[in-house]
């Protein structure tokens, strides 16, 4: 990497840069869209699942580099997405974006990202960049494209200067849902694509071979009749996986706004919360999240939280949250169930983190991340409310955690 100062006309070939807010600059080609954006640059460890990594609402303000260095090699599609569109601002490779092998592929990432304005860059050096964040920090950064291979680096740098970052940003308001409603999709499988969560119980192989079978998730009360507990999900920032996995473990999820009142929630009769994950400062987030979160705690009814999710419910219970040095972003995590000494593999993606030494004497550390012994679950032991800080959902990533999906509906019973 070198310094914008000395430089500020690109190399032969190059279509596209990475500008630091220290004054590094980073010369590689252009993909996707033209144009630039700010935001920090982190990275991230999957070796699959570009196309949900970068449409996780979780990423909005942040230009990944991907470590694994051939992305885009499957292609993109319409099922392999977590939101409407990618929240990611940018990615940064190490190889150039080849043709789609893969049976399922609709689309080359490079005209998928060109469709969502969203920049690439290619031919960087990933494991110095990524060596760089792990030493130095995730920095602020200006992703840029043209064509033409024209930059005015200065001005681009005093872009990065500028940011002013994601601590204190609150950003769960600008990717949440902006109006109710019910959440109707069950899990992908093979053949099948997205089945209604009545209809995956009955589902033969699309081979003509041995159906599979999935847990009856429905409740049946006292006169006969077949329900399903109701869950309200607060969308700070969601992955659609998420809901899916509600529904899969037998609940029925209606989908709020992240400035949700609490009189509007209770107004939905749910029998659980669910606390999503999202982006930016959870301290931000928490001036109007909180409040509802405290007065459903004092209900006594089931709560679950992901991610920013959890990192909420701890600043709720009195708990206090920092800024990672570096944050958690892969999908081969290994995290430490506390009860029984389990190591679970977990996707994780977050930059804060719930300070251990704050938590109070109400609530109980039940995971610890093996790469840093940071927290990664808590559970409250005077009420039925419990998150943890990694991606039990997966997708992408390992499916070690999807019996938390089921605990938190059985505790509806």
């Known amino acids: 990497m070198a310094d914008a100062n000395a430089s500020h006309v690109p190399p032969s070939g190059a279509t596209g840069c990475l500008v630091l807010a220290s004054g590094e600059v980073v010369w590689g080609r252009g993909f996707g869209a033209e144009g630039a954006a700010v935001g920090e640059v982190c990275f991230h460890t999957a070796m699959t699942g570009y196309q949900e990594i970068m449409t996780d609402p979780s990423f909005a303000g942040q230009i990944i ?12 599609n319409s099922d392999d997405v977590e939101a409407d569109q990618p929240h990611a601002l940018g990615m940064i490779v ?37 060596r760089r964040i792990r030493g130095r920090g995730a920095p602020n950064g200006v992703i840029a ?19 002013p970052g994601l601590e204190g ?15 109707a999709g069950g899990v992908w499988r ?27 998730p429905d409740f049946r009360q006292d006169d006969g009749r077949v329900v399903r507990p109701h869950v309200v999900a607060i969308d700070y920032g969601s992955k659609r996986t998420i809901f899916r996995q509600l529904c899969e473990a037998g609940a029925r999820v209606t989908v709020v706004p992240a400035t949700a009142s609490f009189d509007q929630i209770m107004g939905l009769a749910p029998d659980g919360l669910f606390l999503s994950n999202g982006p930016g400062d959870p301290a931000a987030t928490a001036e109007y999240a909180v409040p509802v979160i405290r007065q459903w705690l004092a209900t006594g009814r089931p709560l ?28 081969n995590h290994p995290v430490k169930r506390l009860d029984d000494g389990t190591v679970e593999i977990t996707s994780m993606n977050h930059g804060f983190a719930v300070e251990r030494d704050s938590l109070p004497a109400t609530v109980r550390e039940t995971h ?9 679950g808590l559970e409250l032991t005077d009420r039925p409310a419990f998150s943890v800080q990694y991606h039990p959902e997966a997708s992408p990533g390992p499916q070690d955690s999807l019996y938390l999906f089921e605990r938190f509906v059985e505790m509806l019973r």
């Open 169 to 183: 940003m609150d950003l769960a308001r600008e990717v949440s849902t902006e109006m109710d409603r019910e959440w």
């Open 368 to 376: 610890v991340s093996l790469f840093d012994g940071s927290n990664a």
């Open 94 to 130: 190490r190889e150039d974006v080849t043709e789609p092998s893969n049976f399922r592929s609709h689309e080359r990432l490079d005209d998928w990202m060109r469709r969502h304005a969203r920049i690439g860059l290619a031919g960087i050096d990933t494991r110095a960049l990524t």
């Open 145 to 163: 494209h043209s064509a033409a291979g024209q930059f005015d680096v200065p001005a681009l740098l005093a872009q990065a200067q500028g940011w």
């Open 304 to 331: 679950f939280g992901i991610c920013l999710g959890h990192q909420l419910l701890g600043l709720a219970v009195g708990a206090t949250t920092t800024k990672m040095f570096q944050g958690h972003r892969g999908a």
């Open 190 to 216: 093979l053949g099948f694509g997205y089945q209604s969560p009545s209809s995956q119980r009955t589902l033969g192989s699309p081979t003509g071979g041995r159906a599979h079978s999935v847990r009856d």
């Open 65 to 76: 580099t991907f470590t694994f260095p051939h992305i885009g090699n499957t292609g993109t």
